[in-house]
């Protein structure tokens, strides 16, 4: 009983290559994110849906779509994948999206684009 | 805008001695603060957050954090550290403008030595 799900855990994958991650929380959350960490480990917010709804678009590559289809769940597309997606990418969510809310994060899925 | 610092990438302390990581922040109005821990490979845990009232922040595994407004800090502590506290250490800020965005800090690495 995983409060925040991801899948896959490590996507390996060729340039040029369209690929999906997909997010499910069981916590009942209002509000899902998607972070990107690098190399680096720096972390980055990309997007933030509350209820299906966009609220947070970060300046992230028009290549990068979220799609929510309920608010249970909030899946990234990403189209002509490049070299430089290869990261860890962070599925999270929060009771309702408050500033003093808590996120919880999923396991992460590891992107390698060769 | 809204910034977070962990001046240290990395501290280094010997078990049972008292740790401390660093978090300086800047924001515009009331911060409410965050202290997430990584273990290697695992998504984000929380650990505490300061929203309002009393000072000093109790949380999970015996780690305190204490909110210094004239020094905007927050500094995340433990009285006897242990060597499975070795894990990156992230401080995050958030504030009721910016739609409820985090800013997380470039984490800061722990080893705790036998």
């Known amino acids: 009983d995983t409060a925040v799900s991801q899948t896959p855990k490590y996507l390996v994958t060729q340039m040029g290559n369209d690929k999906s991650i997909k997010c499910e929380q069981n916590l009942g959350h209002d509000t899902m994110y998607w972070y990107k960490q690098d190399s680096k480990k720096f972390l980055k917010i990309m997007f933030s849906?509350?209820?299906?709804?966009?609220?947070i678009n970060e300046t992230v590559p028009n290549r990068f779509s979220p799609k929510s289809p309920d608010k249970a769940h909030l899946n990234l597309h990403i189209n002509s994948l490049e070299l430089g997606d290869s990261a860890v990418y962070f599925c999270?969510?929060?009771?309702?999206?408050?500033?003093?809310?808590?996120?919880?994060f999923g396991p992460g899925t590891r992107l390698t684009v060769l | 805008a809204q910034s977070v610092a962990q001046p240290e990438d990395q501290v280094n302390v010997a078990e049972g001695n008292p740790l401390t990581v660093k978090c300086t922040y800047s924001v515009s109005g009331n911060p409410y603060l965050f202290w997430y821990v990584q273990y290697p490979n695992r998504g984000l845990q929380f650990l505490l957050k300061y929203i309002t009232g009393d000072n000093l922040v109790k949380g999970s595994y015996g780690f305190e954090a204490e909110f210094n407004k004239s020094q905007t800090s927050f500094h995340l502590k433990k009285p006897s550290a242990l060597v499975s506290d070795s894990a990156l250490y992230f401080c995050?800020?958030?504030?009721?403008?910016?739609?409820?965005?985090?800013?997380f800090g470039d984490g800061t690495t722990l080893t705790v030595k036998p």
């Open positions: 995050a800020v958030k504030t009721n403008t910016n739609a409820g965005k985090s800013t």
């Open positions: 999270a969510s929060s009771q309702s999206g408050l500033s003093t809310d808590t996120q919880y």
């Open positions: 849906y509350n209820n299906k709804e966009l609220i």
